[in-house]
T-cell receptor
Framework: RKEVEQDPGPFNVPEGATVAFNCTYS??????FFWYRQDCRKEPKLLMS???SGNEDGRFTAQLNRASQYISLLIRDSKLSDSATYLC???????????FGTGTRLKVLA | DGGITQSPKYLFRKEGQNVTLSCEQN?????MYWYRQDPGQGLRLIYY???????QKGDIAEGYSVSREKKESFPLTVTSAQKNPTAFYLC??????????FGPGTRLTVT
């Protein structure tokens, strides 16, 4: 089993739609959680950290479920510019090591 | 991301040559990382460093070497022992918030 698993997609959604991605992790000692966005042939950019109580940044909402060991990302009112690959990242407690999922590809269609 | 530079953006080398990729940061972050990304795949950790003069192997360190003589710099050498060096190489840093920031990457092609 991979340490961090994501559905690779692609998720093809129309503009204005709401879309949600899940990511599961296997290490219960995981401490910190993040969502990154990566455009084609570019570096990953931090979208948001994920806090235990959940957090929101504009159209983006992230949730953490420690009991079931998954995190989620919800995108409301999708824009064409949201088309990208979304990476789930987990940092293990007591280390400086980060584990990356392989990403979920999103295509927002006009 | 704005405070991390990687050079060059594209690099071409012949098989059998060592090549060094540069990574410099002005974010004052203690931790620095090197990742490799292959087409359609996730990031894999090559080396990381938590403080100056200290570094640890990641998951795919064979054929690579690093140094951390200054806080701002973490160069990666791809040696001729690396069997499949063609890839997109990404340098990252992390500070006390644990959020990682990436440089723009170097695309290495070895023929």
């Amino acid at each position: 089993r991979k340490e961090v698993e994501q559905d690779p997609g692609p998720f093809n959604v129309p503009e204005g739609a709401t879309v949600a991605f899940n990511c599961t992790y296997s290490n219960s000692a995981s401490q910190s959680f993040f969502w990154y966005r990566q455009d084609c042939r570019k570096e990953p950019k931090l979208l948001m950290s994920v806090y235990s109580s959940g957090n929101e940044d504009g159209r983006f909402t992230a949730q953490l479920n420690r009991a079931s060991q998954y995190i989620s990302l919800l995108i409301r009112d999708s824009k064409l510019s949201d088309s990208a690959t979304y990476l789930c990242v987990v940092k293990v407690a007591g280390t400086y090591k980060y584990i990356f999922g392989t990403g979920t590809r999103l295509k927002v269609l006009a | 991301d704005g405070g991390i530079t990687q050079s060059p953006k594209y690099l071409f080398r012949k098989e059998g040559q060592n090549v060094t990729l540069s990574c410099e940061q002005n974010l004052n972050h203690d931790a620095m990382y090197w990742y490799r990304q292959d087409p359609g795949q996730g990031l894999r950790l090559i080396y990381y460093s938590q403080i100056v003069n200290d570094f640890q192997k990641g998951d795919i360190a064979e054929g690579y070497s690093v140094s951390r003589e200054k806080k701002e710099s973490f160069p990666l050498t791809v040696t001729s022992a690396q069997k499949n060096p063609t890839a997109f190489y990404l340098c990252a840093t992390a500070g006390s918030s644990y959020e990682q920031y990436f440089g723009p990457g170097t695309r290495l092609t070895v023929t």
